[in-house]
């Protein structure tokens, strides 16, 4: 069964740090475009990163969330540095055949739980 996993999400004060792991189960996430979304609550899922050959950013984050893959651990990891309140929202990840970057929430038809992400003092 193939299967992502979100987790590391949790309370943060601003300015604060958090990384979130996207674990993969049942396939090599090695050759699969990885995509991190948010949605909080009231609003639409937004595309915040994503990495197939290269990553991509979404303006809000650039220059404080870093997306990464470690291949031995099958998983692919969103550092998320200089935590904003209006980064609070629910973080999944999606897997993409073909290694596309895709940063459209449309593009997946299916969800998983997500993280949960809160940035409050």
């Known amino acids: 069964q193939l299967q992502l996993v979100e987790s590391g999400g949790g309370l943060v004060q601003p300015g604060g740090s958090l990384r979130l792991s996207c674990a993969a189960s049942g396939f090599t996430l090695d050759s699969y475009g990885i995509s991190w979304f948010r949605q909080a609550p009231g609003k639409e899922r937004e595309g915040v990163s994503c990495?197939?050959?290269?990553?991509n950013y979404a303006d809000s984050v650039k220059g404080r969330f870093t997306i990464s893959r470690d291949n031995a651990k099958n998983t692919v990891f969103l550092q998320m540095n200089s935590l904003k309140p209006e980064d609070t929202a629910v973080y999944y990840c999606?897997?993409?055949?073909?290694?596309?970057?895709?940063?459209?929430?449309?593009?997946?038809?299916?969800w998983g739980q997500g993280t949960q992400v809160t940035v409050s003092s």
């Open positions: 999606k897997a993409t055949r073909g290694n596309m970057c895709i940063m459209n929430a449309a593009f997946f038809a299916s």
């Open positions: 990495v197939g050959r290269t990553p």
